[in-house]
T-cell receptor, first 109, second 115 residues
Framework: KNEVEQSPQNLTAQEGEFITINCSYS?????LHWLQQHPGGGIVSLFM???GKKKHGRLIATINIQEKHSSLHITASHPRDSAVYIC???????????FGTGTSLTVIP | EAEVAQSPRYKITEKSQAVAFWCDPI?????LYWYRQILGQGPELLVQ????????DSQLPKDRFSAERLKGVDSTLKIQPAELGDSAMYLC?????????????FGPGTRLTVL
């Protein structure tokens, strides 16, 4: 049983397309994180959300606490956005992070 | 810019051998995490330290894995003996404090291949 589910698992887009990655979770959380992992392994934190919406450049993250769902949007996608995007939640009961399996994004020029 | 350092970046070993990974967190970060990431999956917490104390090692296979953070700064994760199923990326992360509102900073990881 996965506490965090992401969709799609794999995504290929043409440069310039609007991209959405979804995350659903089943535990009570206090915060949700979106992470980016490039080939080679390094992970970078993109957003930390507990409510509403955040925007950074071409990236937008939203969360609906009632529906236990978050989305990561990329506007005007670019090949350098190609990476694995991981959703992680902090469980208030388990007092730990639970990670999704990631969405592998490839943006084609 | 401060970063989490890990070494080695890559390690190839034969099963039954011992391996060790090192992590140096960002200066001042009290909380240090070791994660294992199997290809195609998300990271899985192995052990969490608060300063030099283990906070959570419930997912650490203690028959073969050990971790220490003796002075509350850098940390070592050891596997002895390594098994084929241990092949994975081992990620270290640190944060000021534990908890959801403290951003975790990840190191580049150590990719382990067990032959």
């Amino acid at each position: 049983k996965n506490e965090v589910e992401q969709s799609p698992q794999n995504l290929t887009a043409q440069e310039g397309e609007f991209i959405t990655i979804n995350c659903s979770y089943s535990v009570g959380i206090s915060a949700l994180h979106w992470l980016q992992q490039h080939p080679g392994g390094g992970i970078v934190s993109l957003f930390m959300l507990s409510s509403g919406k955040k925007k950074h450049g071409r990236l937008i993250a939203t969360i609906n606490i009632q529906e236990k769902h978050s989305s990561l949007h990329i506007t005007a996608s670019h090949p350098r956005d190609s990476a694995v995007y991981i959703c992680a939640v902090w469980s208030i009961t388990g007092n730990q992070f639970y990670f999704g399996t990631g969405t592998s994004l490839t943006v084609i020029p | 810019e401060a970063e989490v350092a890990q070494s080695p970046r890559y390690k190839i070993t034969e099963k039954s051998q011992a391996v060790a990974f090192w992590c140096d967190p960002i200066s001042g970060h009290a909380t240090l995490y070791w994660y294992r990431q199997i290809l195609g999956q998300g990271p899985e917490l192995l052990v969490q330290f608060q300063d030099e104390s283990v906070v959570d090692d419930s997912q650490l296979p203690k028959d073969r894995f050990s971790a220490e953070r003796l002075k509350g700064v850098d940390s070592t994760l050891k596997i002895q003996p390594a098994e084929l199923g241990d092949s994975a990326m081992y990620l270290c992360a640190s944060s000021w404090l534990a908890g959801s509102y403290n951003e975790q900073f990840f190191g580049p990881g150590t990719r382990l291949t067990v032959l």
